[in-house]
């Protein structure tokens, strides 16, 4: 370390601002090793395949690997955490779906691990939005969903999510609570296993974004019942919503966020909302996106700030209002 370097550093030490300093010398060749995107959730989900995506058009814009690390558990709260907690030097990222809005409140416990939505992280960019649809699988002769509802009344019929917190569990939860429907729900640890069990036929239902299921409507092993939405869904367009159905005020939309830690420099954010609205251009990645069920958003940091705000606002007063916990 040079002279002026150090003279520098011992200044700002007696200043209290050796964070703030290293943060900003840190930010010349950044980044200068590889960064890691942490999805808060298990391998084969949608969130993990954007992930996935994106680290792949990232690297060599960037120059760097770009690795995708699972960390999964209580509703993806303590992947969350460890990426609020980690330094914000550019090197750890979070592919978050909007779970990180509304994990937190409906878990009984919240592990001490736990994050402030509004405080603890600093906003890339929104990556998507994700229609949610109800399906079935062979766990049910229903057709249709008031067949379903229906045999519900005969014998409960179960809902899986990818998780307690999930907006597939509190969509499940308004759409009892506003039709009088008793669908039992069942948490799964991600999109992949609780998708397992329906295509099994153990779960007759579920609450799901697009990607996952289309295989198992290709093969017939699944079908949709509705799309929670206000319009019709351009990746199904003949699924009608739940209003067309007389289910009404009973909409979801499900989306996708890149994070980094509280305290990222502007300028890191600056290139990577940059490099990831470029990427979400890019004629393959739109494709891509569309093959997982999500339509791209992009635009400045502060849309993934609002959208998250206002989600933590409307689902907070939503599980407050349904009593909604985690099973």
Request: no cysteine; hydrophobic share 45%; aromatic share 8%.
């Amino acid at each position: 370390m040079s002279f002026p370097t150090k003279l520098l550093r011992s200044l700002m030490l007696g200043l209290g601002l050796v964070g703030a300093a290293s943060a900003a010398l840190a930010q010349g060749n950044w980044p200068s090793k590889p960064i890691t995107i942490v999805v808060a959730y298990p391998a084969g989900g949608d969130t993990d395949a954007l992930a996935r995506v994106f680290a792949e058009k990232l690297a060599p814009r960037l120059g760097q690997p770009v690795l995708v690390d699972n960390k999964p558990g209580a509703s993806g709260v303590i992947g969350s955490a460890f990426v609020g907690k980690a330094q914000p030097d550019g090197y750890t990222l979070l592919m978050a779906p909007n779970t990180f809005a509304m994990a937190q409140l409906v878990l009984k416990t919240t592990p001490q691990a736990g994050y402030d939505v509004l405080n603890g992280f600093t906003p890339i960019i929104q990556t998507g939005a994700q229609p949610l649809f109800i399906a079935a699988g062979p766990g049910t002769k229903a057709k249709s969903l008031k067949e379903a509802m229906d045999e519900s009344k005969k014998s409960e019929l179960a809902y899986a999510s990818p998780g307690s917190g999930s907006p597939m569990h509190v969509l499940g939860e308004m759409f009892n609570k506003s039709t009088g429907a008793n669908f039992r729900h069942v948490p799964y640890r991600g999109v992949a296993p609780a998708l397992t069990d329906i295509a099994g036929g153990h779960v007759p239902l579920t609450w799901i974004t697009y990607g996952p299921i289309a295989p198992y409507l290709a093969d017939g092993k699944m079908r949709l019942f509705a799309v929670a939405q206000a319009q019709r869904s351009p990746l199904a367009p003949d699924v009608p919503t739940l209003a067309e159905l007389g289910y009404k005020n009973v909409e979801v939309t499900a989306w996708n966020g890149l994070y980094g830690p509280k305290g990222l420099p502007p300028e890191i954010v600056k290139t990577l909302n940059a490099q990831f609205n470029d990427i979400i251009k890019m004629p393959d990645v739109a494709a891509k996106m569309k093959t997982l069920g999500t339509i791209p958003v992009g635009g400045a940091p502060d849309v993934l700030a609002k959208t998250t705000a206002a989600d933590l606002e409307r689902f907070t007063r939503v599980v407050k209002e349904l009593g909604i916990q985690a099973d």
